[in-house]
């Protein structure tokens, strides 16, 4: 009787409201910062149109791929992104650690940057924008206002001038030091817009699913609507015409740079979420019988349709920044912060209602960036609480939980408000959250489920979930094409590695290079480290070790579940489904 009771108190897991949910929070996560601020700018320095060369290489090789078996992965066994690998795959667990780890790396920087954008939506109320003058107590004698009466023919017995927007972001945001060593103190407006973004972000998830999936109907089709806005508005500006040329404009030379290649590579891993375990807890919550193939194709051509429509938007803007400052586009170009928070600031600037461009530009960034922070944070609780069942999915303990890991998150990200916060957020932006750390756990995600699993048995559970037969074009994919090319950028990413520098300038001190290096390990390091300590532990001679971890885990099966809840997991009745486990086990 005391059990039952105990039993009764547990909660169940639940699923999305509906597909529309599902298809929604997928969409805010996967479109986000990197869309807006990141692939224009790669396009235009990559060769332009040429550049969609070996975009549509590594979308069709491994972005689309990836996206599927992770999606796959999770709508199959209703689990979090590291008991899901539990039940494939037990060898492989370290991928689900890794990528957790990565996350939690992630929740930590891409945060920062939103609370930079309140910063920015918060001025934009003024009478008149305070990055466009040079009359501020934070402003140099070498600032100098940019419009259209004062172009460059008057800054000719001027070398060090910097603009006001530049000034603004480095010494009014910022109050940049000069070096990592440098922390000095906290940036207290910047530490209240940190606290309320983490606020916003704990309430839109702390009901799980239910919450969740309520919030993306406006956090993932907001933007959408902004951008549309910007779009129309920038293409309207003189000189838009000239900075879309210059953003398109074919260079089939350029296809022979490697770093062309690695740059798309790595822009299609971060962008499409793979590799971190997003796409196999969003894909948990969908009901059995899905139709995830479908929804992962449609969900890929919105992905990169945004980050082609949004390079429109930016540079219209910025050939018309180019055109009233008689200054070449190459010179206004930016990406990152220096896109969001420099360039695009001045270029609204010297637009009609400057408030109104500013407002909609930055409460665009913060919806773009915010519901990929929530989903990021929604993933690691909820791979958390799919470890810990019995004890963390009861009444309250969620609520505690996102509670603690928020505030561990906002405590362990206080030095990035510091003054010399920006070289530590760089540090963990460029060596902890994506790069190489994503390319090795994508590699060993696709051989794994590729040849441990079986590509043949993908398939028949693609077809039984949703009775659709997968193209063949995908088999070779998992088995072959997409960790060859994941391993190969992996490589190539050691072999040309470029140590970060900070503003093409600062170079940082070895110490902080190995610290970045550390991080980096950490999450790389996860995946043969489980597999040893998995292999040392398990019972048996070496091969029957081997044989037995790369085997769907038995006792983690779902046939092991009751009928009641087998029919509540698969969305109705299934009983091919259990017989089809244990065909697989």
Same mark, same amino acid.
């Given at each position: 009787?005391?059990?039952?009771?105990? +039993?009764?108190?547990?909660?169940?897991?639940?699923?999305?409201?509906?597909?529309?949910?599902?298809?929604? +929070? =997928?969409?805010?996560?996967?479109?986000?910062?990197?869309?807006?601020?990141?692939?224009?700018?790669?396009? *235009?320095?990559?060769?332009?149109? $040429?550049?969609?060369? &070996?975009?549509?290489?590594? =979308?069709?090789?491994?972005?689309?791929?990836?996206?599927?078996?992770?999606?796959?992965?999770?709508?199959?066994?209703?689990?979090?992104? @590291?008991?899901a690998w539990r039940k494939l795959c037990p060898l492989a667990e370290g991928i689900g650690y890794g990528g957790q780890l990565i996350l939690f790396y992630s929740c930590m920087t891409y945060i920062i940057i939103l609370s930079w954008a309140l910063f920015y939506l918060v001025f934009s109320f003024s009478s008149r924008l305070p990055w466009a003058t040079c009359n501020n107590y934070w402003n140099t004698d070498d600032c100098f206002e940019f419009s259209a009466q004062n172009n460059t023919f008057k800054l000719t017995n001027q070398t060090n001038i910097t603009s006001a927007a530049t000034e603004f972001w480095e010494r009014r945001v910022l109050a940049i030091s000069g070096g990592i060593e440098k922390t000095g103190s906290i940036r207290w407006e910047v530490l209240l817009c940190l606290i309320a973004m983490w606020i916003i972000c704990y309430f839109c998830i702390w009901k799980g699913v239910k919450s969740t999936g309520k919030v993306v109907y406006f956090t993932a089709t907001f933007p959408y609507v902004m951008l549309l806005v910007l779009l129309i508005r920038g293409l309207s500006l003189p000189g838009a015409l000239q900075?879309?040329?210059? *953003?398109?404009?074919?260079?089939?030379?350029?296809?022979?740079?490697?770093?062309?290649?690695?740059? $798309?590579?790595?822009?299609?891993?971060?962008?499409?979420?793979?590799? =971190?375990?997003?796409?196999?807890?969003?894909?948990?919550?969908?009901?059995?019988?899905?139709?995830?193939?479908?929804?992962?194709?449609?969900l890929c051509l919105l992905n990169s349709g945004t980050s082609v429509v949004a390079g429109f938007a930016v540079f219209s803007v910025l050939g018309f920044m180019a055109h009233e400052q008689g200054v070449p586009i190459a010179e206004v170009a930016e990406s990152g912060p220096g896109l969001a928070f420099i360039a695009y600031p001045q270029a609204v600037a010297l637009m009609p209602l400057p408030q109104l461009w500013s407002i909609c530009f930055f409460v665009m960034l913060i919806l773009l960036g915010l519901d990929t922070q929530f989903v990021a944070v929604e993933v690691v609780i909820t791979s958390i609480i799919d470890m810990f069942p019995t004890e963390l999915r009861r009444a309250g303990r969620r609520e505690l939980l996102l509670l603690l890991y928020c505030i561990v998150c906002f405590f362990s990200q206080i030095v990035m408000i510091t003054e010399g916060g920006m070289y530590v957020f760089q540090l963990f932006d460029y060596y902890a959250c994506n790069g190489v750390c994503i390319l090795f756990l994508c590699a060993f995600e696709a051989l794994t489920m590729g040849w441990l699993f079986g590509a043949e048995?993908? *398939? @028949?559970?693609?077809?039984?979930?949703?009775?659709?037969?997968?193209?063949?074009?995908?088999?070779?994919?998992?088995?072959?094409?997409?960790?060859?090319?994941?391993?190969?950028?992996?490589?190539?990413?050691?072999?040309? *590695?470029?140590?970060?520098?900070?503003?093409?300038?600062?170079?940082?001190?070895?110490? +902080?290079?190995?610290?970045?290096?550390?991080? $980096?390990?950490?999450?790389?390091?996860?995946? &043969?480290?489980?597999?040893?300590?998995?292999?040392?532990?398990?019972?048996?001679?070496?091969?029957?070790?081997?044989?037995?971890?790369?085997?769907?885990? &038995?006792?983690?099966?779902?046939?092991?579940?009751?009928?009641?809840?087998?029919?509540? @997991?698969?969305?109705?009745?299934?009983?091919?489904?259990?017989?089809?486990i244990r065909n697989i086990t």
């Open positions: 009787m005391g059990n039952e009771s105990q +039993a009764s108190k547990v909660e169940e897991r639940g699923h999305w409201g509906s597909k529309v949910e599902f298809l929604l +929070a =997928v969409a805010g996560n996967v479109v986000g910062l990197g869309n807006v601020w990141r692939f224009p700018y790669l396009c *235009y320095k990559n060769g332009g149109g $040429a550049f969609l060369v &070996p975009y549509l290489v590594f =979308v069709v090789t491994c972005g689309v791929p990836l996206f599927l078996l992770e999606t796959t992965m999770g709508q199959y066994t209703q689990e979090g992104g @590291i008991t900075g879309v040329v210059f *953003y398109l404009l074919p260079e089939p030379s350029r296809l022979q740079d490697p770093y062309v290649w690695m740059e $798309a590579g790595s822009q299609i891993f971060f962008s499409y979420s793979v590799g =971190v375990g997003s796409l196999i807890v969003l894909g948990s919550y969908n009901k059995y019988n899905n139709n995830c193939y479908k929804d992962c194709l449609w048995r993908l *398939y @028949i559970i693609i077809k039984d979930m949703t009775g659709v037969s997968v193209s063949l074009f995908f088999k070779i994919c998992w088995c072959y094409l997409t960790p060859l090319v994941s391993l190969g950028s992996f490589i190539c990413s050691l072999v040309w *590695y470029q140590p970060l520098t900070f503003n093409r300038s600062y170079v940082y001190p070895g110490w +902080a290079y190995t610290c970045g290096w550390v991080l $980096a390990l950490s999450s790389i390091l996860l995946l &043969p480290g489980w597999a040893l300590y998995k292999l040392v532990t398990v019972t048996g001679n070496l091969s029957q070790r081997f044989r037995h971890l790369c085997r769907p885990d &038995p006792e983690h099966s779902l046939c092991q579940n009751t009928e009641m809840e087998l029919q509540h @997991i698969c969305g109705g009745d299934q009983p091919a489904h259990c017989q089809l």
